[in-house]
């Protein structure tokens, strides 16, 4: 196994890391329940910087992952995670550079699917799977919420 420096103490990677799932579904109900219901802007902005920051961090988590280039290329992801989830809220919020995070961030995933889809097929490691789901639905959703500006952008 190649060996994972990281910035962030050992102990709050662990537990990052055990409780990935549980972090990512307490800061994505409320965020979803508020940009439904209740349109409150101060309790978005915080719930989705705050997921953005996470798949940030989650970038440096350890990961059981041998290959390489799988393991730069789920690095990759959880950065365009955080970027894709930046770019909805500015969009959310009606900020600019919303587009453009959206485009980094939307051909990163892409790229980093495919490698890591790659990779998944290649070695059979079920530890790219959370990540390949992660990199999926936030890509889909990030490209469902942008359509109208991507048909814009090609016309």
């Known amino acids: 196994m190649t060996e994972n420096k990281t910035p962030i103490p050992p102990q709050l990677g662990e ?16 965020a979803l329940v508020f940009y439904f219901t209740v349109n409150n802007q101060e309790i978005l902005m915080v719930t989705m ?9 989650s970038a440096y988590i350890k990961v059981d992952v041998e290959e390489m280039f799988g393991l730069i290329a789920l690095k990759v992801v959880n950065i365009s995670c955080a970027v894709c989830v930046l770019s909805l809220l500015f969009k ?10 959206m485009l980094v961030g939307s051909l990163s995933i892409a790229s980093g699917v495919l490698i890591i889809l790659a990779m998944w097929v290649k ?7 959370p990540f390949l789901i992660r990199a999926l639905i936030l890509g889909f959703i990030t490209g469902w919420v942008f359509l109208p500006e991507i048909r814009e952008m090609m016309a």
């Not at 910087?49 to 961090?57: E, P």
């Not at 070695?123 to 799977?129: E, H, K, T, V």
Request: proline share 2%; aromatic share 12%; charged share 15%.
């Open 15 to 30: 537990w990052l890391s055990r409780n990935r799932l549980k972090i990512e579904l307490i800061l994505t109900v409320p």
């Open 49 to 57: 910087t705050t997921l953005a920051a996470f798949y940030f961090l």
């Open 92 to 101: 959310t919020l009606a900020l600019e550079g919303a587009q453009h995070m």
């Open 123 to 129: 070695s059979q490691n079920r530890n790219y799977l």
